[in-house]
């Protein structure tokens, strides 16, 4: 289980929205909430700052589980709680998607609200089962970052640097912010001297490089 007491504070705008949306549907009882995204836009944080809010006041806080941890918390009986966040659904075997499918709740059924979060197989991978696909309320969204959502990460680590550098940094990580993030993070030994678009590219292949 993920420990979600240490959350970063700022969420991107795309962020803050998908959580406002999760929010508004979980102040009903019973229902199920698709939390999706490409890899590295942060529907993990958004889940963490969740966890947060709604376990700020239970010990412990609230755990973030994987699907095969409220797999085995079900066929154990382990009591779980009304609020149950799962990351990483996409990964789920059919053994452990099924389990989830016969826990999630029907509208007239237990007081238990079921956020799934994972990349987009999960939305497939609900669709395709009849059984967990009529009890989904809400699919919130976190589409990858736009360019002012680049622009202010870039400029915070960099300082001021010039358009076509914030530009070439969001084409080249396709505003996925883990890519950026690493991206920015190798662009700071350059600190103290003025960044070009052509830096930020031999950066990227270094980087291309380092992954092989």
């Not at 504070?9 to 698709?34: C, K, S």
């Not at 076509?164 to 600190?191: F, K, N, S, Y």
Request: hydrophobic share 45%; with cysteine; glycine share 8%.
């Amino acid at each position: 289980m993920v420990d979600s007491r240490s959350v970063p504070v700022i969420l991107t705008p795309a962020q803050e929205a998908a959580l406002g949306r999760i929010r508004f549907a979980l102040e009903e009882p019973a229902g199920v909430v698709l939390l999706c995204g490409p890899a590295g836009v942060g529907t993990s944080l958004v889940l963490a700052r969740l966890a947060a809010e709604f376990g700020a006041s239970q010990p412990g806080g609230m755990p973030i589980r994987t699907p095969s941890e409220l797999a085995d918390a079900i066929r154990r009986d382990v009591p779980i709680g009304d609020v149950v966040l799962v990351d990483d659904v996409h990964l789920a075997t059919a053994d452990d998607l099924a389990l989830l499918t016969t826990f999630a709740p029907t509208r007239g059924g237990k007081a238990r609200c079921i956020v799934l979060a994972g990349r987009g197989r999960l939305l497939t991978l609900v669709g395709r089962d009849s059984r967990i696909a009529p009890r989904v309320r809400l699919r919130a969204i976190v589409p990858p970052w736009s360019v002012a959502d680049t622009r202010r990460l870039v400029e915070s680590r960099l300082g001021a640097v010039a358009p076509e550098v914030v530009q070439t940094c969001h084409e080249i990580t396709a505003g996925i912010p883990a890519a950026l993030d690493r991206l920015v993070e190798l662009a700071t030994v350059t600190a103290g001297r003025r960044l070009t678009s052509a830096d930020i590219e031999t950066i990227h292949r270094r980087l291309d490089l380092q992954a092989v």
